[in-house]
């Protein structure tokens, strides 16, 4: 199981095309940008988003530190 991605992470993936699982946080390619949910390779569920739509969404609340 991988741990949760930081911001940097996030950013990096998103400009490698890839994304994260919801569940299991694998990070892998999120090549099909006309799916919301793709398989993960990790855990099996069909629960990754595009690490692009997580930096959007993650930009639309408030972090306090």
């Not at 919801?22 to 398989?39: H, M, N, P, T, V």
Request: charged share 30%; proline share 3%.
């Amino acid at each position: 199981m991988s741990h949760r991605p930081s911001p940097r992470e996030v950013a990096d993936a998103a400009q490698q095309d890839e994304g994260f699982c919801l569940s299991c946080y694998a990070r892998q390619d999120f090549l099909e940008k006309r799916l919301i949910l793709g398989l993960c390779h990790e855990c099996g569920e069909q629960t990754v988003v595009s690490a692009e739509l997580v930096e959007q969404i993650t930009g639309l609340v408030e972090i306090e530190e």
